[in-house]
Protein backbone atom coordinates (compact mmCIF):
# COMPACT_ATOMS: atom_id res chain seq x y z
CA UNK A 1 0.00 0.00 0.00
CA UNK A 2 0.80 3.74 -0.84
CA UNK A 3 2.87 5.48 2.19
CA UNK A 4 1.57 8.67 1.28
CA UNK A 5 -0.99 10.65 2.73
CA UNK A 6 -4.13 12.46 1.22
CA UNK A 7 -3.99 15.91 1.19
CA UNK A 8 -8.13 16.69 2.25
CA UNK A 9 -7.21 19.79 4.65
CA UNK A 10 -7.82 23.42 3.57
CA UNK A 11 -6.99 26.73 5.80
CA UNK A 12 -10.55 26.13 7.89
CA UNK A 13 -10.48 22.63 8.73
CA UNK A 14 -7.75 23.09 10.07
CA UNK A 15 -7.59 26.15 11.72
CA UNK A 16 -10.61 24.26 13.52
CA UNK A 17 -8.52 21.27 14.40
CA UNK A 18 -5.93 23.32 15.62
CA UNK A 19 -8.75 25.94 17.93
CA UNK A 20 -10.32 22.67 18.73
CA UNK A 21 -6.99 21.00 20.14
CA UNK A 22 -6.99 23.78 22.51
CA UNK A 23 -10.25 25.49 23.52
CA UNK A 24 -10.62 21.99 26.45
CA UNK A 25 -9.06 22.02 29.81
CA UNK A 26 -7.14 25.43 29.22
CA UNK A 27 -10.90 26.91 28.57
CA UNK A 28 -13.35 24.99 30.90
CA UNK A 29 -10.91 23.73 33.96
CA UNK A 30 -7.80 26.11 34.08
CA UNK A 31 -9.29 29.32 34.92
CA UNK A 32 -10.54 28.07 38.38
CA UNK A 33 -7.46 26.44 39.26
CA UNK A 34 -5.13 29.51 37.73
CA UNK A 35 -7.38 32.38 39.52
CA UNK A 36 -6.85 30.60 43.19
CA UNK A 37 -3.34 31.83 42.22
CA UNK A 38 -3.28 34.62 40.82
CA UNK A 39 -6.90 35.97 41.37
CA UNK A 40 -8.86 38.81 38.32
CA UNK A 41 -5.17 38.83 37.02
CA UNK A 42 -5.51 35.71 35.34
CA UNK A 43 -6.99 37.80 32.55
CA UNK A 44 -3.29 39.25 32.41
CA UNK A 45 -2.11 35.62 32.48
CA UNK A 46 -3.76 34.38 29.65
CA UNK A 47 -2.42 37.24 27.40
CA UNK A 48 1.02 36.88 28.83
CA UNK A 49 0.73 33.02 27.65
CA UNK A 50 -0.13 33.53 24.12
CA UNK A 51 2.27 35.84 23.51
CA UNK A 52 5.36 32.89 25.05
CA UNK A 53 3.63 30.56 22.06
CA UNK A 54 4.30 33.19 19.67
CA UNK A 55 8.36 31.69 19.05
CA UNK A 56 7.26 28.52 19.20
CA UNK A 57 4.10 28.84 16.30
CA UNK A 58 6.25 31.13 14.39
CA UNK A 59 9.06 28.70 14.05
CA UNK A 60 7.20 25.99 13.45
CA UNK A 61 5.08 27.58 10.85
CA UNK A 62 8.60 28.16 8.91
CA UNK A 63 9.51 24.55 9.16
CA UNK A 64 6.16 23.60 8.20
CA UNK A 65 6.34 24.81 4.59
CA UNK A 66 9.71 23.92 4.25
CA UNK A 67 8.95 20.10 4.88
CA UNK A 68 5.19 19.46 5.05
CA UNK A 69 5.64 16.01 6.27
CA UNK A 70 3.47 13.53 8.63
CA UNK A 71 4.50 14.22 12.28
CA UNK A 72 6.07 17.07 11.65
CA UNK A 73 7.65 17.96 14.73
CA UNK A 74 9.18 15.06 14.89
CA UNK A 75 10.35 15.34 10.96
CA UNK A 76 11.89 19.33 11.75
CA UNK A 77 14.03 17.68 15.07
CA UNK A 78 15.58 14.59 13.04
CA UNK A 79 16.45 16.58 9.40
CA UNK A 80 17.82 19.36 12.10
CA UNK A 81 19.01 17.52 15.06
CA UNK A 82 20.22 13.96 13.80
CA UNK A 83 18.01 10.87 15.06
CA UNK A 84 18.14 10.93 18.89
CA UNK A 85 16.84 13.85 19.28
CA UNK A 86 14.38 13.69 16.20
CA UNK A 87 13.43 10.10 18.62
CA UNK A 88 13.22 12.20 21.81
CA UNK A 89 10.88 15.13 20.07
CA UNK A 90 9.23 12.73 18.27
CA UNK A 91 8.71 10.02 21.34
CA UNK A 92 7.65 13.45 23.60
CA UNK A 93 5.08 14.76 21.26
CA UNK A 94 3.10 11.73 20.72
CA UNK A 95 3.19 10.95 24.12
CA UNK A 96 2.26 14.78 24.93
CA UNK A 97 -1.06 14.82 22.43
CA UNK A 98 -1.80 11.51 23.88
CA UNK A 99 -2.10 12.79 27.57
CA UNK A 100 -3.83 15.95 26.40
CA UNK A 101 -6.42 13.90 24.70
CA UNK A 102 -6.73 11.41 27.60
CA UNK A 103 -6.99 14.21 29.78
CA UNK A 104 -9.74 15.85 27.34
CA UNK A 105 -11.45 12.29 27.46
CA UNK A 106 -11.77 12.08 31.30
CA UNK A 107 -13.01 15.80 31.46
CA UNK A 108 -15.76 14.35 29.24
CA UNK A 109 -16.44 11.95 31.73
CA UNK A 110 -16.24 14.56 34.76
CA UNK A 111 -18.46 17.00 33.08
CA UNK A 112 -21.04 14.32 32.39
CA UNK A 113 -21.54 15.07 36.45
CA UNK A 114 -23.68 17.90 35.81
CA UNK A 115 -25.75 15.48 33.82
CA UNK A 116 -25.81 12.54 35.93
CA UNK A 117 -24.60 13.54 39.92
CA UNK A 118 -24.23 9.84 40.81
CA UNK A 119 -21.72 8.54 38.48
CA UNK A 120 -18.39 7.17 40.01
CA UNK A 121 -14.99 7.42 39.57
CA UNK A 122 -14.48 4.56 37.44
CA UNK A 123 -17.63 5.04 35.70
CA UNK A 124 -16.56 8.36 34.61
CA UNK A 125 -13.30 6.57 33.31
CA UNK A 126 -15.35 4.35 31.19
CA UNK A 127 -16.96 7.10 29.23
CA UNK A 128 -13.80 8.42 28.67
CA UNK A 129 -13.02 4.75 27.25
CA UNK A 130 -15.85 4.87 25.47
CA UNK A 131 -15.30 8.47 23.73
CA UNK A 132 -11.64 7.58 23.22
CA UNK A 133 -13.12 4.56 20.85
CA UNK A 134 -15.88 7.64 19.39
CA UNK A 135 -12.94 9.69 18.24
CA UNK A 136 -11.10 6.56 16.72
CA UNK A 137 -13.58 5.37 14.34
CA UNK A 138 -14.10 9.24 13.82
CA UNK A 139 -10.45 9.41 12.46
CA UNK A 140 -10.36 5.89 10.86
CA UNK A 141 -13.43 7.06 8.52
CA UNK A 142 -10.99 9.15 6.85
CA UNK A 143 -9.14 12.03 7.44
CA UNK A 144 -11.49 14.70 5.66
CA UNK A 145 -14.83 13.39 7.63
CA UNK A 146 -12.88 14.24 10.03
CA UNK A 147 -11.93 17.62 9.52
CA UNK A 148 -15.15 18.25 8.41
CA UNK A 149 -16.02 16.94 11.48
CA UNK A 150 -14.08 18.83 13.66
CA UNK A 151 -15.51 21.91 12.05
CA UNK A 152 -19.25 21.44 12.83
CA UNK A 153 -18.25 20.81 16.65
CA UNK A 154 -15.83 23.93 16.62
CA UNK A 155 -18.65 26.04 15.43
CA UNK A 156 -21.00 24.99 17.88
CA UNK A 157 -18.78 25.29 20.32
CA UNK A 158 -17.66 29.10 19.50
CA UNK A 159 -21.31 29.73 19.20
CA UNK A 160 -21.98 28.94 22.57
CA UNK A 161 -18.97 31.09 23.74
CA UNK A 162 -19.78 34.17 21.98
CA UNK A 163 -23.36 34.00 23.72
CA UNK A 164 -21.90 33.43 26.91
CA UNK A 165 -19.37 36.58 26.57
CA UNK A 166 -22.17 39.20 24.72
CA UNK A 167 -24.39 38.38 27.13
CA UNK A 168 -22.96 37.50 30.37
CA UNK A 169 -21.29 40.98 29.73
CA UNK A 170 -24.28 42.70 30.83
CA UNK A 171 -24.29 40.95 34.47
CA UNK A 172 -20.72 41.94 34.94
CA UNK A 173 -19.75 43.09 38.96
CA UNK A 174 -16.72 45.69 38.71
CA UNK A 175 -16.33 44.65 42.51
CA UNK A 176 -14.96 41.53 41.54
CA UNK A 177 -12.01 42.59 39.46
CA UNK A 178 -10.42 44.21 42.86
CA UNK A 179 -7.80 43.73 44.00
CA UNK A 180 -6.27 42.78 40.25
CA UNK A 181 -3.16 41.05 41.54
CA UNK A 182 -4.33 40.09 45.10
CA UNK A 183 -0.98 37.55 45.26
CA UNK A 184 1.87 39.86 43.64
CA UNK A 185 2.44 40.57 40.11
CA UNK A 186 4.95 37.68 40.61
CA UNK A 187 2.06 35.51 40.54
CA UNK A 188 0.87 36.59 37.16
CA UNK A 189 3.92 35.37 35.33
CA UNK A 190 4.28 32.13 37.36
CA UNK A 191 -0.06 31.82 36.68
CA UNK A 192 1.01 32.03 32.84
CA UNK A 193 3.80 29.36 32.63
CA UNK A 194 0.46 27.50 34.14
CA UNK A 195 -1.45 28.45 31.46
CA UNK A 196 0.81 28.41 28.59
CA UNK A 197 -0.34 24.61 27.68
CA UNK A 198 -3.33 26.10 26.68
CA UNK A 199 -2.33 26.94 23.41
CA UNK A 200 -0.65 23.77 22.80
CA UNK A 201 -2.68 22.89 19.64
CA UNK A 202 -0.98 25.18 17.63
CA UNK A 203 2.02 23.43 17.14
CA UNK A 204 -0.33 20.00 16.14
CA UNK A 205 -0.92 21.39 12.92
CA UNK A 206 2.84 20.58 11.29
CA UNK A 207 1.64 16.86 12.48
CA UNK A 208 -0.34 16.65 9.85
CA UNK A 209 1.27 19.31 7.26
CA UNK A 210 1.10 16.07 4.51
CA UNK A 211 -2.56 15.98 4.37
CA UNK A 212 -2.78 19.85 3.45
CA UNK A 213 -3.77 21.30 0.66
CA UNK A 214 -1.46 23.99 -1.03
CA UNK A 215 0.54 24.01 2.60
CA UNK A 216 2.82 27.24 2.14
CA UNK A 217 -0.38 29.25 2.30
CA UNK A 218 -2.79 26.98 4.40
CA UNK A 219 -0.35 26.44 7.19
CA UNK A 220 0.61 30.06 8.40
CA UNK A 221 -2.69 31.07 8.16
CA UNK A 222 -4.46 28.77 9.84
CA UNK A 223 -1.91 28.95 12.74
CA UNK A 224 -1.96 32.78 12.87
CA UNK A 225 -5.79 32.48 12.80
CA UNK A 226 -6.06 30.13 14.71
CA UNK A 227 -3.74 31.97 17.74
CA UNK A 228 -5.94 35.28 17.44
CA UNK A 229 -9.26 33.59 17.12
CA UNK A 230 -8.34 31.38 20.22
CA UNK A 231 -6.24 34.37 22.38
CA UNK A 232 -8.92 36.90 22.32
CA UNK A 233 -11.87 34.17 23.46
CA UNK A 234 -9.09 33.27 26.18
CA UNK A 235 -9.44 36.74 27.31
CA UNK A 236 -12.93 37.88 26.86
CA UNK A 237 -14.71 34.67 28.94
CA UNK A 238 -12.13 34.56 31.28
CA UNK A 239 -12.79 38.05 31.70
CA UNK A 240 -16.42 37.64 32.00
CA UNK A 241 -16.42 34.64 34.50
CA UNK A 242 -13.97 36.32 36.94
CA UNK A 243 -16.60 39.30 37.04
CA UNK A 244 -19.66 36.83 37.16
CA UNK A 245 -18.51 34.06 39.62
CA UNK A 246 -17.56 34.97 43.26
CA UNK A 247 -14.05 34.42 44.10
CA UNK A 248 -14.44 31.90 46.89
CA UNK A 249 -16.86 30.08 44.60
CA UNK A 250 -14.37 30.70 41.78
CA UNK A 251 -11.14 29.37 43.14
CA UNK A 252 -10.04 25.93 42.35
CA UNK A 253 -13.09 25.15 41.07
CA UNK A 254 -13.43 22.59 37.51
CA UNK A 255 -16.16 23.34 36.12
CA UNK A 256 -15.82 27.70 36.17
CA UNK A 257 -17.57 28.70 32.69
CA UNK A 258 -20.33 26.96 34.06
CA UNK A 259 -20.64 28.60 37.47
CA UNK A 260 -20.09 31.76 35.15
CA UNK A 261 -23.74 30.66 33.14
CA UNK A 262 -25.61 29.90 36.28
CA UNK A 263 -25.00 32.98 37.56
CA UNK A 264 -27.39 34.60 35.05
CA UNK A 265 -29.00 31.84 33.13
CA UNK A 266 -29.56 29.63 36.31
CA UNK A 267 -29.28 25.77 36.12
CA UNK A 268 -30.15 25.68 31.90
CA UNK A 269 -27.04 28.06 31.70
CA UNK A 270 -25.09 25.44 33.19
CA UNK A 271 -25.87 22.74 31.14
CA UNK A 272 -25.70 24.78 28.29
CA UNK A 273 -21.91 25.43 29.05
CA UNK A 274 -21.61 21.81 29.97
CA UNK A 275 -22.32 20.87 26.75
CA UNK A 276 -20.53 23.58 25.47
CA UNK A 277 -17.14 21.82 27.53
CA UNK A 278 -18.33 18.52 26.36
CA UNK A 279 -17.65 19.86 22.76
CA UNK A 280 -14.89 21.37 23.81
CA UNK A 281 -13.14 17.95 25.39
CA UNK A 282 -14.74 15.56 22.13
CA UNK A 283 -12.54 18.07 19.29
CA UNK A 284 -9.84 18.11 21.73
CA UNK A 285 -9.80 14.54 22.27
CA UNK A 286 -10.80 13.78 18.04
CA UNK A 287 -7.92 16.33 17.18
CA UNK A 288 -5.27 14.52 19.05
CA UNK A 289 -6.14 11.02 18.29
CA UNK A 290 -5.38 12.28 14.87
CA UNK A 291 -2.60 14.23 15.55
CA UNK A 292 -0.60 11.96 17.68
CA UNK A 293 -1.16 8.69 15.12
CA UNK A 294 0.65 10.88 12.99
CA UNK A 295 4.16 10.79 14.97
CA UNK A 296 4.61 6.99 15.17
CA UNK A 297 3.62 7.23 11.51
CA UNK A 298 6.49 8.87 10.51
CA UNK A 299 8.91 7.63 13.17
CA UNK A 300 7.94 4.61 11.09
CA UNK A 301 8.90 5.20 7.70
CA UNK A 302 12.66 6.05 8.93
CA UNK A 303 13.09 3.07 10.90
CA UNK A 304 13.16 4.59 14.28
CA UNK A 305 9.41 2.81 14.97
CA UNK A 306 8.39 -0.86 14.27
CA UNK A 307 7.06 -0.98 10.51
CA UNK A 308 3.50 -1.73 11.74
CA UNK A 309 2.83 1.80 12.52
CA UNK A 310 3.43 3.16 8.76
CA UNK A 311 0.73 0.22 7.48
CA UNK A 312 -1.90 2.66 5.64
CA UNK A 313 -5.89 1.21 4.53
CA UNK A 314 -7.44 1.96 1.02
CA UNK A 315 -8.52 5.17 2.29
CA UNK A 316 -4.92 6.59 3.05
CA UNK A 317 -5.28 6.21 6.55
CA UNK A 318 -2.39 4.81 8.66
CA UNK A 319 -5.27 3.18 11.00
CA UNK A 320 -2.82 0.84 13.26
CA UNK A 321 -0.74 3.91 14.40
CA UNK A 322 -4.26 5.59 14.95
CA UNK A 323 -5.40 2.05 16.96
CA UNK A 324 -1.95 1.60 18.60
CA UNK A 325 -2.04 5.43 19.99
CA UNK A 326 -5.79 5.07 21.23
CA UNK A 327 -4.84 1.73 23.21
CA UNK A 328 -2.26 3.69 24.85
CA UNK A 329 -4.47 6.31 25.55
CA UNK A 330 -7.22 4.03 27.29
CA UNK A 331 -3.91 2.60 29.42
CA UNK A 332 -3.33 6.01 30.60
CA UNK A 333 -7.27 7.19 31.50
CA UNK A 334 -7.46 3.51 33.41
CA UNK A 335 -4.42 3.53 35.64
CA UNK A 336 -2.80 7.39 36.06
CA UNK A 337 -3.85 9.83 38.18
CA UNK A 338 -4.90 13.50 36.74
CA UNK A 339 -2.16 15.34 38.34
CA UNK A 340 0.91 13.48 36.87
CA UNK A 341 -1.14 13.46 33.13
CA UNK A 342 -1.54 17.05 33.16
CA UNK A 343 2.58 17.99 34.50
CA UNK A 344 4.25 15.42 32.27
CA UNK A 345 2.12 16.71 29.15
CA UNK A 346 2.61 20.57 30.07
CA UNK A 347 6.52 19.58 30.49
CA UNK A 348 6.17 17.47 27.00
CA UNK A 349 4.59 20.70 25.30
CA UNK A 350 7.03 22.80 26.42
CA UNK A 351 10.11 20.11 25.55
CA UNK A 352 8.77 20.42 21.80
CA UNK A 353 8.65 24.00 21.58
CA UNK A 354 12.23 24.61 22.69
CA UNK A 355 13.98 22.38 19.69
CA UNK A 356 11.46 23.62 17.03
CA UNK A 357 13.09 26.76 17.64
CA UNK A 358 16.45 24.91 18.04
CA UNK A 359 15.47 23.39 14.57
CA UNK A 360 15.01 27.12 12.49
CA UNK A 361 18.25 28.02 13.93
CA UNK A 362 19.95 25.28 12.39
CA UNK A 363 18.31 24.77 9.26
CA UNK A 364 18.80 28.03 8.45
CA UNK A 365 22.56 28.21 10.12
CA UNK A 366 23.23 25.06 7.43
CA UNK A 367 22.27 27.13 4.87
CA UNK A 368 21.41 23.92 2.62
CA UNK A 369 19.91 24.99 -0.69
CA UNK A 370 16.87 23.09 -0.81
CA UNK A 371 15.87 24.58 2.56
CA UNK A 372 13.04 26.64 0.77
CA UNK A 373 10.13 27.80 3.12
CA UNK A 374 7.38 29.74 1.81
CA UNK A 375 7.28 31.67 5.47
CA UNK A 376 10.14 33.03 7.13
CA UNK A 377 9.71 33.79 11.09
CA UNK A 378 10.33 37.47 11.44
CA UNK A 379 13.25 38.24 14.37
CA UNK A 380 16.02 35.48 13.21
CA UNK A 381 17.44 34.31 15.42
CA UNK A 382 16.38 36.15 18.17
CA UNK A 383 12.95 35.39 18.66
CA UNK A 384 14.19 31.64 18.83
CA UNK A 385 16.89 32.31 21.54
CA UNK A 386 14.18 33.93 23.76
CA UNK A 387 11.62 31.37 23.01
CA UNK A 388 14.08 28.54 23.91
CA UNK A 389 15.40 30.32 27.20
CA UNK A 390 11.66 30.70 28.09
CA UNK A 391 10.12 27.64 27.91
CA UNK A 392 13.75 26.26 29.35
CA UNK A 393 12.78 29.18 32.46
CA UNK A 394 9.47 27.34 32.40
CA UNK A 395 9.99 23.85 32.63
CA UNK A 396 12.89 24.23 35.69
CA UNK A 397 9.83 26.67 37.45
CA UNK A 398 7.44 23.98 36.94
CA UNK A 399 9.38 21.93 39.72
CA UNK A 400 11.53 18.31 40.26
CA UNK A 401 7.93 16.64 38.33
CA UNK A 402 9.00 18.51 35.16
CA UNK A 403 13.09 18.13 35.40
CA UNK A 404 13.30 14.20 36.07
CA UNK A 405 10.49 13.55 32.96
CA UNK A 406 12.58 15.72 30.78
CA UNK A 407 15.41 13.33 32.24
CA UNK A 408 13.59 10.17 31.95
CA UNK A 409 12.28 11.05 28.46
CA UNK A 410 15.76 12.19 27.01
CA UNK A 411 17.39 8.38 28.61
CA UNK A 412 14.07 6.29 27.36
CA UNK A 413 14.56 7.62 24.10
CA UNK A 414 18.06 7.13 23.82
CA UNK A 415 17.35 3.73 25.30
CA UNK A 416 14.94 2.77 22.20
CA UNK A 417 17.00 4.48 19.78
CA UNK A 418 20.16 2.55 20.92
CA UNK A 419 18.64 -0.76 21.18
CA UNK A 420 16.44 -0.47 17.84
CA UNK A 421 17.09 2.30 15.46
CA UNK A 422 20.93 2.80 15.47
CA UNK A 423 21.31 0.18 12.84
CA UNK A 424 18.12 0.44 10.83
CA UNK A 425 19.16 4.17 9.69
CA UNK A 426 22.04 6.10 8.09
CA UNK A 427 20.91 9.56 7.50
CA UNK A 428 22.44 12.95 7.73
CA UNK A 429 21.22 16.66 9.43
CA UNK A 430 21.78 20.07 9.53
CA UNK A 431 23.87 19.66 13.01
CA UNK A 432 26.31 16.66 11.20
CA UNK A 433 26.63 19.50 8.48
CA UNK A 434 27.08 21.87 10.64
CA UNK A 435 30.18 20.16 12.56
CA UNK A 436 31.79 18.96 9.84
CA UNK A 437 31.84 22.71 8.50
CA UNK A 438 33.57 23.67 11.81
CA UNK A 439 36.17 21.10 11.80
CA UNK A 440 36.74 22.32 8.13
CA UNK A 441 35.88 19.40 6.45
CA UNK A 442 32.83 18.97 3.72
CA UNK A 443 30.58 16.69 4.33
CA UNK A 444 28.60 16.10 1.46
CA UNK A 445 24.70 15.92 2.97
CA UNK A 446 23.55 14.47 -0.63
CA UNK A 447 20.04 12.52 0.89
CA UNK A 448 18.97 15.29 3.03
CA UNK A 449 19.57 17.50 0.04
CA UNK A 450 17.63 15.54 -2.17
CA UNK A 451 14.57 14.76 0.16
CA UNK A 452 14.05 18.05 0.62
CA UNK A 453 14.17 18.98 -3.13
CA UNK A 454 11.70 15.93 -3.65
CA UNK A 455 9.53 17.72 -0.91
CA UNK A 456 9.71 20.79 -2.47
CA UNK A 457 8.78 20.01 -5.50
CA UNK A 458 6.10 17.69 -4.17
CA UNK A 459 4.30 20.60 -2.61
CA UNK A 460 4.60 23.20 -5.11
CA UNK A 461 1.63 23.31 -7.73
CA UNK A 462 3.88 24.58 -10.83
CA UNK A 463 5.43 22.31 -13.53
CA UNK A 464 8.56 21.76 -15.36
CA UNK A 465 6.30 22.83 -18.90
CA UNK A 466 5.81 26.11 -17.31
CA UNK A 467 9.55 25.97 -16.63
CA UNK A 468 10.37 24.99 -20.07
CA UNK A 469 8.84 27.71 -21.51
CA UNK A 470 10.93 30.89 -20.16
CA UNK A 471 13.92 28.05 -20.81
CA UNK A 472 13.09 27.99 -24.33
CA UNK A 473 12.76 32.38 -24.26
CA UNK A 474 16.06 32.65 -22.55
CA UNK A 475 18.63 34.64 -22.70
CA UNK A 476 21.61 33.04 -24.27
CA UNK A 477 25.17 34.29 -23.46
CA UNK A 478 27.82 32.53 -25.86
CA UNK A 479 31.63 33.57 -24.89
CA UNK A 480 35.05 32.42 -26.03
CA UNK A 481 37.70 33.76 -23.64
CA UNK A 482 38.44 34.17 -19.95
CA UNK A 483 36.48 37.10 -18.27
CA UNK A 484 36.20 38.20 -14.73
CA UNK A 485 33.17 37.95 -12.82
CA UNK A 486 32.38 42.14 -12.71
CA UNK A 487 32.75 41.83 -16.98
CA UNK A 488 30.51 38.77 -16.55
CA UNK A 489 27.97 40.89 -14.25
CA UNK A 490 28.40 43.92 -16.65
CA UNK A 491 27.71 41.70 -19.77
CA UNK A 492 24.29 40.48 -17.75
CA UNK A 493 23.11 44.02 -17.02
CA UNK A 494 23.24 45.03 -20.69
CA UNK A 495 21.41 42.00 -22.28
CA UNK A 496 18.93 42.25 -19.44
CA UNK A 497 18.66 45.97 -19.93
CA UNK A 498 16.42 45.86 -23.02
CA UNK A 499 14.27 43.06 -22.32
CA UNK A 500 13.20 44.62 -18.46
CA UNK A 501 13.61 48.18 -19.68
CA UNK A 502 15.68 49.19 -16.93
CA UNK A 503 18.98 51.09 -17.12
CA UNK A 504 22.39 48.85 -17.35
CA UNK A 505 23.50 50.77 -14.15
CA UNK A 506 20.16 49.86 -11.94
CA UNK A 507 20.54 46.15 -12.99
CA UNK A 508 23.86 46.07 -11.72
CA UNK A 509 23.27 47.19 -8.41
CA UNK A 510 20.42 44.79 -8.06
CA UNK A 511 23.12 41.94 -9.39
CA UNK A 512 25.81 43.52 -6.56
CA UNK A 513 22.95 42.97 -3.51
CA UNK A 514 22.11 39.51 -4.47
CA UNK A 515 21.79 36.90 -1.62
CA UNK A 516 24.62 34.71 -1.10
CA UNK A 517 22.88 31.89 0.40
CA UNK A 518 21.18 31.31 -3.07
CA UNK A 519 24.88 31.85 -4.84
CA UNK A 520 24.62 27.61 -5.45
CA UNK A 521 28.34 26.05 -6.94
CA UNK A 522 26.36 22.86 -7.64
CA UNK A 523 29.78 20.80 -8.70
CA UNK A 524 32.45 22.59 -10.14
CA UNK A 525 32.28 24.88 -12.81
CA UNK A 526 28.63 25.29 -12.58
CA UNK A 527 26.56 28.47 -10.97
CA UNK A 528 23.32 29.21 -10.37
CA UNK A 529 22.53 32.58 -9.18
CA UNK A 530 19.56 34.50 -8.60
CA UNK A 531 18.19 38.05 -7.48
CA UNK A 532 15.00 39.78 -6.66
CA UNK A 533 13.38 42.24 -9.41
CA UNK A 534 11.32 45.40 -8.34
CA UNK A 535 7.41 45.23 -9.71
CA UNK A 536 5.25 42.08 -10.34
CA UNK A 537 5.30 39.63 -13.32
CA UNK A 538 8.81 39.18 -14.07
CA UNK A 539 10.68 36.47 -14.46
CA UNK A 540 13.95 36.37 -16.79
CA UNK A 541 16.35 33.17 -17.15
CA UNK A 542 19.64 33.94 -18.54
CA UNK A 543 21.85 30.83 -19.81
CA UNK A 544 25.36 31.32 -20.48
CA UNK A 545 28.85 29.39 -21.44
CA UNK A 546 32.45 30.00 -21.25
CA UNK A 547 34.70 27.68 -22.29
CA UNK A 548 37.83 29.35 -21.18
CA UNK A 549 36.00 29.91 -17.89
CA UNK A 550 34.31 32.73 -15.93
CA UNK A 551 36.83 33.90 -12.79
CA UNK A 552 34.51 33.88 -9.84
CA UNK A 553 37.06 34.46 -7.19
CA UNK A 554 40.46 33.43 -6.84
CA UNK A 555 39.44 30.59 -4.50
CA UNK A 556 36.92 29.13 -6.33
CA UNK A 557 36.98 27.16 -9.94
CA UNK A 558 36.56 28.55 -13.09
CA UNK A 559 33.10 28.85 -13.79
CA UNK A 560 32.10 27.34 -17.47
CA UNK A 561 27.86 27.59 -16.88
CA UNK A 562 26.19 29.83 -15.12
CA UNK A 563 22.37 30.26 -15.06
CA UNK A 564 20.96 33.97 -13.63
CA UNK A 565 17.24 33.60 -12.61
CA UNK A 566 16.09 37.18 -12.18
CA UNK A 567 12.41 37.74 -10.40
CA UNK A 568 9.90 39.77 -9.04
CA UNK A 569 8.42 38.82 -5.82
CA UNK A 570 5.47 37.37 -7.02
CA UNK A 571 7.25 34.84 -8.61
CA UNK A 572 9.31 33.41 -5.38
CA UNK A 573 7.73 30.21 -5.75
CA UNK A 574 8.35 29.46 -9.13
CA UNK A 575 11.81 30.73 -8.46
CA UNK A 576 12.15 27.93 -5.82
CA UNK A 577 11.22 25.28 -8.36
CA UNK A 578 13.32 26.63 -11.52
CA UNK A 579 16.08 26.61 -9.03
CA UNK A 580 15.49 22.74 -8.28
CA UNK A 581 15.20 21.73 -11.77
CA UNK A 582 18.55 23.59 -13.19
CA UNK A 583 20.22 22.04 -10.29
CA UNK A 584 18.75 18.74 -11.94
CA UNK A 585 19.98 19.65 -15.27
CA UNK A 586 23.49 20.53 -14.14
CA UNK A 587 23.98 17.10 -12.34
CA UNK A 588 23.33 15.04 -15.45
CA UNK A 589 26.47 12.47 -16.15
CA UNK A 590 26.60 14.26 -19.58
CA UNK A 591 25.53 17.69 -19.01
CA UNK A 592 29.16 18.86 -19.32
CA UNK A 593 30.55 17.17 -22.08
CA UNK A 594 27.50 18.51 -24.05
CA UNK A 595 27.64 22.18 -23.07
CA UNK A 596 30.91 22.42 -23.46
CA UNK A 597 30.62 20.62 -27.22
CA UNK A 598 27.61 22.72 -28.58
CA UNK A 599 28.26 24.41 -31.55
CA UNK A 600 26.41 27.69 -31.11
CA UNK A 601 23.46 29.41 -28.57
CA UNK A 602 20.81 27.51 -30.40
CA UNK A 603 22.44 24.31 -29.48
CA UNK A 604 22.62 25.48 -25.99
CA UNK A 605 19.06 26.14 -25.43
CA UNK A 606 18.52 22.68 -27.27
CA UNK A 607 20.71 20.83 -24.80
CA UNK A 608 18.52 23.03 -21.60
CA UNK A 609 15.36 21.61 -23.22
CA UNK A 610 16.42 18.60 -23.91
CA UNK A 611 17.99 18.25 -20.20
CA UNK A 612 14.54 19.32 -18.23
Keep these: MSQKLKKDLRVFELFCISSGAMISSGLFVLPGIAFSQAGPSIVLSYFIASILIIPAFLSTAELATAMPKAGGNYFFTDRSLGPWIGTLVGLSDWFSLALKSAFALIGIGSFMLLFFPGLGEMQIKIIAVAFCIISVIVNISGIKHSGRFQASLVIILLSILGFYIIYGSFFLESSRYTPFAPYGFNSIFATAGLVAISFGGLTKIPNIAEEVKNPGRTIPLAMFFSWLVVSILYAFVVFVTVGLVNAQQLAGSLIPISLGAKSFLGFPGSLLLGFAALLAYVTTATAGVLTASRTPFAMSRDNLMPSIFQKISARGIPVYSILITSVFMIFIILFLSLEALVKVASTSFL ?39 SYGFLIIEMGLVAIISVIAFSVLSLLWFLAYSRRRIKRESALSHLICKARGKEEKICRLNSELRTIMLDTDRFTKSEFKEYASNAIIIDLEKEISWQDFLNIIADKLSARLKLKPKRILRFLRKYRKDFQVLTHSGVMCLNFVLPGKNKFEIIMARDKEGILFSDDASVIFAAFIIAYSSDYKDFFRNSFVWIVDVAEKTDFERRWLDAENTDDLRKIMLECI
Excluded: D, E, H, T
Design 351 to 389: FVYMFNNFSVILMRQSAMPYYQPKYRAPFYPYMQIIGIL
